[in-house]
């Protein structure tokens, strides 16, 4: 059965640092683009970073440009983002999504981990 999950989430202050972890089974995880949303509490879930099968495509949302990094281990089946110089915004419950871009793939999602930035 496919699955993703995801960890690394937590509570840390504001300007530090913490890796997400998305780790895939039961399918072939290097035939799937990889994207990371989130959903900040009573807010809807919006893209954050996403990451082509090979990696060498990667595009981020403005708010997070400069500051997270998506990266992929396929040999590991696990996709990164590090997120660095975080801030209260970013709080959330961040999500992975996979999109097998074969003809007929699915699409699957992780159950989230939580990211919270307080002082």
């Known amino acids: 059965q496919a699955q993703l999950v995801e960890s690394g989430g937590g509570l840390v202050q504001p300007g530090e640092s913490l890796r997400l972890s998305c780790v895939g089974s039961?399918?072939?995880?290097?035939?799937?683009?990889v994207s990371w949303y989130r959903q900040p509490p009573g807010k809807q879930r919006d893209f954050v970073a996403s990451?082509?099968?090979?990696?060498?495509?990667?595009n981020y949302v403005d708010s997070v440009k400069g500051r997270f990094i998506i990266s992929r281990d396929n040999a590991k089946n696990t996709v990164y983002l590090q997120m660095n110089s975080l801030k209260p915004e970013d709080t959330a419950v961040y999500y992975c999504?996979?999109?097998?871009?074969?003809?007929?793939?699915?699409?699957?999602w992780g159950q989230g981990t939580q990211v919270t930035v307080s002082s």
């Open positions: 990451i082509s099968t090979t990696g060498h495509i990667i």
């Open positions: 999504n996979a999109d097998e871009v074969v003809v007929g793939g699915y699409s699957y």
């Open positions: 039961g399918f072939t995880f290097s035939s799937a683009a």
